[in-house]
């Protein structure tokens, strides 16, 4: 993806790297966009834009048309979902009915402060490290997560497509033959060796040396790394 | 072996808070004899007395590091504590403990705001769980969970102050005024 705005990278808890991957992850719903904090986000990019640049005026447009619709996104997201059977065009709340809601979520606020400081309070106690395993018959299986595990390990069992692999042609012992056949006439260097084969015999015929090399029939010699590998026979 | 020991090596091998009666039934002792053994480990095991505390938390006893000794132990185990929660976190959490069990609706319902991401989080740092479904449809019904008693440092729900003490009766009558005088404009 390489769009006007491909150079902008953020980072934040949620998310680090190019600004356009982070589009692309919260419209494929695999970022919540309520988890990404959209004054950051433009703190970011109002930190990285260069207002010298010719292209200044064509990146801040194109940034606040996303900007702006991630703020539409947001706020829609936040707005509750309605309750099943719940009508669109429900009658407003009373003002009694509002207070008292105002009033329940008064006290909810007050709780959720209260709770900080008793979490943070507590936060500090690391309990033993060593965790029992559960006792037998204690163990609570949940029947829809282990359907979903069951159906996870069981994917991979599945024989992955091959139709795109063309026909095996040659076999490790073919070009053990042919190597051990080289040397009967002297050392002989892997890239003479391997001249006018296709990549696939190539790498059997590296396999097929190793192989030899390890049985003990060869030995690989190479005085540096990547430099020129050499075939003898052993002994 | 005196009762105190028992209790206490079955408390040090457990990092789950281990319940009175669980005490008694692996020990072999009386319920008077743990509830004794456990006063004299409380004493001993005091934050101005040692690095290690008892804490009586989710239902249950539990021996933890003491929280002024925990930048060494963090360091040595080479971990960092979980980020803070933010404030929606914690609205959600109060939601559930007090009024709850509730669905994710009726918690949305309270705050105002769609909660389902911030009950997700909570859900994977293991703070609420599922437990079975709304009487009227399928809704799953959300409550704390034993790691939220024990991050919070309570032995139950009754450990909570009561949700009508945290605001004053003037306060509330205050947001009714505001409320209906505004209706009157």
Known sequence: MTGPLSGFTVELDVYSGPY??????????????????????????LRSRDPRSPQALRLDTEFVGSASALVLLKSRTLLPLPEEGEEAGEEPASPEELAERLGTYLKVRRAAEALRSRLEANAGHHP????????????????????????????????PPVEHLGPITVTVQELAALILASLSRGPVSYEELTRGMDRLRSAVAFAAALSLAHEGSLRLRQPEPLGPLTLERAG | MRPAHLVEAVLFSS???????????CTGLSAGEVERALAELAGR???????????????GFQLATNPACSAAVERF?????????????????????????????????????????????????GLLAEKGSSEEGQAALLDVTEDFLV???????????????????????????????????
Request: contains cysteine; proline residues 7%.
């Open chain 2, 15 to 25: 990092a789950r808070p281990v319940s009175r009666g669980a005490l008694a039934s």
């Open chain 2, 45 to 59: 095991y005091s934050p101005e007395r040692s690095g290690v505390v008892l804490r009586e938390v989710a239902g």
């Open chain 1, 128 to 159: 033993s490290a060593h965790e029992a395993p559960p006792r037998p018959g204690r163990q609570r299986v949940d029947r829809k997560r282990l359907l979903l595990s069951a159906r996870r390990v069981f994917s991979r069992l599945e024989e």
């Open chain 2, 77 to 125: 185990r080479g971990e960092a504590r979980p980020a803070p929660l933010s404030a929606a976190a914690h609205e959600v959490l109060a939601c559930v403990l007090y009024l709850g069990p509730l669905t994710r609706g009726a918690i949305s319902r309270v705050r105002g705001v769609n909660s389902d991401a911030v009950v997700r989080t909570l859900i994977e740092r």
């Open chain 2, 151 to 185: 991050a919070a440092g309570a032995s139950s729900r009754e450990d909570f102050p009561p949700l009508e003490s945290l605001v004053r009766e003037e306060e509330l009558e205050r947001v009714r005024e505001r409320l209906l005088r505004g209706e009157g404009r």
């Open chain 1, 20 to 45: 356009e991957w982070l589009l692309a992850l919260i419209l494929r719903e695999e970022l919540d966009i309520l988890e990404v904090p959209l004054r950051e986000l433009v703190g970011l990019y």
